[in-house]
């Protein structure tokens, strides 16, 4: 599977982005997928994830309340919804894929995945 990660840009503080990231390939459906990003100078952390049915979901602690994920297996994309974004929240985010056999399997660790996207940057100022 191919990844092609868009709809990072640049936003103030407080703002809101969403990022997607679609998919080619006919399995979509069969695939859990994730979203990491990383800040400058550091490593590559993990956001949030979704299973493969988009029934469970996880996220980070520091976007808890704040970044919803969600996909539409119909579309091929999986999307990040980023709400009252810090400027802590800059840096380049990926989107990944694994194959899942579970509908309610979710992967919060990189190490997890197999393919992923080029990277989207999201550039928050204060």
């Known amino acids: 599977v191919q990844l092609q990660a868009s709809g990072g840009g640049f936003v103030q503080a407080g703002g809101s982005l969403q990022l997607s990231c679609a998919a080619s390939?006919?399995?979509?459906?069969?695939?859990?997928m994730g979203w990491f990003r990383q800040a400058p100078g550091k490593e590559r952390e993990f956001v949030s994830a979704?299973?493969?049915?988009?029934?469970?979901?996880s996220y980070a602690d520091s976007v808890k309340g704040r970044f919803t994920i969600s996909r539409d297996n119909a579309k091929n994309t999986v999307y990040l919804q980023m709400n009252s974004l810090k400027p802590e929240d800059t840096g380049v985010y990926y989107c990944?894929?694994?194959?899942?056999?579970?509908?309610?399997?979710?992967?919060?660790?990189?190490?997890?995945?197999?393919?992923w996207g080029q990277g989207t940057q999201v550039t928050v100022s204060s």
């Open positions: 979704i299973s493969r049915s988009g029934g469970s979901t």
């Open positions: 990944a894929a694994r194959i899942s056999l579970s509908d309610s399997s979710y992967y919060p660790q990189e190490a997890y995945y197999d393919y």
């Open positions: 390939g006919r399995t979509f459906s069969s695939y859990a």
